[in-house]
């Protein structure tokens, strides 16, 4: 059974090291800046190192901790689903650095035994010798071989909707046959993503892209539809996952102006027309 409340009481998982350069441009062009950069130049801040600049989503992927999955905790991992990820911005992320990432759980819903339960992580990620931070990060894990330990539904987290108008603006980003080849580098090493005998065994025809790669493609199309292309405009951003994406698939992301810099997104595989990204939330400086 799972045991929650030790997982809520579970010391933080600090996790550092230097993140140089390199791992920059690697994530970027895991989520599709290589080819951006060739169709325009601009974008060549995101691959080159005498003007790097670190996409904001690249806080996901920094200090990745393990440490709920220790047996002692119970967590059956192979009823894990990843279903939302959330991202607050409080200052542009570097390039390069020694970063510092403390990973704890901060909730856990229980929807009973059938459903299954709900566990959300969170991630501070700052510089060390700083206690400012430059991003938090919030993860929604779907248990759903882990429900029915005692605990409350009460609180748990709802996907929004958009409103019922048509979207102010839609950004169309085609992502690329060997995305998740790339993206794998950042360290989400799943065969899934790489491997077709493996993702045939899972039900899949063909490996499927990294959630967190379509995550970061999404941003890319948000920080083009309602930043202007200036991804240090992006404060807050997150969705839920609803269908997993292929490598090669179209996305359109529909963007709708909430106001007073509030934008609400969804995003769709256009060839397949399924809806792959739901509930978008993204608070964006005037």
């Known amino acids: 059974m799972l045991a929650a409340d030790d997982l809520l009481a579970m010391p933080a998982d600090v996790i550092s090291g230097d993140w140089p350069k390199r791992d920059t441009i690697i994530y970027n062009l895991g989520i599709g800046y290589g080819p951006a950069a060739i169709a325009d130049p601009d974008k060549l801040r995101f691959v080159l190192e005498d003007r790097l600049a670190a996409f904001p989503t690249m806080a996901t992927v920094i200090g990745m901790s393990m440490a709920i999955f220790e047996p002692n905790y119970g967590l059956d991992y192979t009823g894990v689903l990843h279903g939302e990820e959330w991202i607050t911005l409080h200052r542009p992320m570097p390039a390069e650095g020694r970063l510092v990432a403390a990973n704890t759980v901060e909730n856990i819903w229980d929807r009973g035994a059938e459903k299954g339960a709900i566990l959300q992580t969170r991630k501070v990620v700052t510089l060390e010798g700083e206690d400012d931070p430059i991003a938090e990060t919030r993860t929604v894990l779907i248990l759903r071989k882990n429900g029915g330990f005692g605990g409350s539904e009460d609180g748990a987290p709802r996907v929004s909707k958009p409103p019922e108008r048509e979207p102010d603006t839609s950004v169309v980003i085609a992502t ?16 899934l993503h790489a491997d077709p005998v493996v993702a045939r065994k899972a039900g899949f025809p063909a490996p499927i892209l990294h959630g967190m790669g379509t995550y970061g493609v999404v941003a890319r199309a948000v920080v ?21 994406v292929y490598p090669g698939e179209t996305l359109r992301t529909d963007i709708w102006d909430l106001g007073n810099g509030e934008f609400g997104f969804q995003a769709t595989a256009t060839e397949r027309d399924v809806l792959v990204a739901a509930g978008g939330r993204a608070t964006v400086k005037a």
């Open 176 to 191: 690329q046959p060997d995305q998740a080849l790339i993206y794998r580098l950042s360290g989400d090493l799943n065969p």
């Open 224 to 244: 083009d539809g309602a930043c202007d292309g200036d991804e240090s405009r992006l404060t807050s951003y997150g969705m839920r996952f609803s269908s997993p």
